[in-house]
T-cell receptor, first 115, second 109 residues
Framework: DSGVTQTPKHLITATGQRVTLRCSPR?????VYWYQQSLDQGLQFLIQ???????AKGNILERFSAQQFPDLHSELNLSSLELGDSALYFC??????????????FGPGTRLLVL | GQNIDQPTEMTATEGAIVQINCTYQ??????LFWYQQHAGEAPTFLSY????GLEEKGRFSSFLSRSKGYSYLLLKELQMKDSASYLC??????????FGRGTSLIVHP
């Protein structure tokens, strides 16, 4: 158990819908990272937040957005869902802001299925 | 950008030794991670190399050659529970890791 929690574990929804995925980092970690993992793409970095502020952006679609709250939990919002958005979404956390090399600890993931 | 290459799949026998290779091309290099991921589960941290050479941690060792853009993960005394995907990840200037597609290791009796 990494100490990172994610809810829900599974999510089934329809095309065009909007969903929110939630992540709580390890106690003391200020950074949260979101990743998407699909069979054909591998683990793709989406976005990082540090202490409430966006710090780095990866291959995140405009239909997706995220935020980190004062209690440091984070939410990833996925809207206008398409079939291709079906994937495992992982949250990871680390102590600081990734200005130095740190290990990221991953949550159990949310499996999203868009029908 | 960063490009990471790993074999897609490997098989090995219980009790044996297996070496999983990773080659990379990056603009800037800060370090290389290895993660283990069982099917449908979270990646878990195995090792981190920043300097050339071998890092040993129990049954698992990781090697790095920065000049060759090459790393390997060595797994000894293989157990059935080692059947998993092994992800190589490289960090460049941003310290955000770029992951390879992973190597699926199948350990059979």
């Amino acid at each position: 158990d990494s100490g990172v929690t994610q809810t829900p574990k599974h999510l089934i929804t329809a095309t065009g819908q909007r969903v929110t995925l939630r992540c709580s980092p390890r106690s003391g970690d200020l950074s949260v990272y979101w990743y998407q993992q699909s069979l054909d793409q591998g683990l793709q970095f989406l976005i990082q937040y540090y202490n409430g502020e966006e710090r780095a952006k990866g291959n995140i679609l405009e239909r997706f957005s995220a935020q980190q709250f004062p209690d440091l939990h984070s939410e990833l919002n996925l809207s206008s869902l398409e079939l291709g958005d079906s994937a495992l979404y992982f949250c990871a956390s680390s102590v600081a802001s990734a200005t130095a090399q740190e290990t990221q600890y991953f949550g159990p993931g949310t499996r999203l299925l868009v029908l | 950008g960063q490009n990471i290459d790993q074999p897609t799949e490997m098989t090995a026998t219980e009790g044996a030794i297996v070496q999983i290779n990773c080659t990379y091309q990056t603009s800037g290099f800060n370090g290389l991670f290895w993660y283990q991921q069982h099917a449908g589960e979270a990646p878990t941290f195995l090792s981190y190399n920043v300097l050339d050479g071998l890092e040993e941690k129990g049954r698992f060792s990781s090697f790095l050659s920065r000049s060759k853009g090459y790393s390997y993960l060595l797994l000894k005394e293989l157990q059935m529970k080692d059947s998993a995907s092994y992800l190589c990840a490289v960090t460049g200037g941003s310290y955000i890791p770029t992951f390879g597609r992973g190597t699926s290791l199948i350990v059979h009796p």
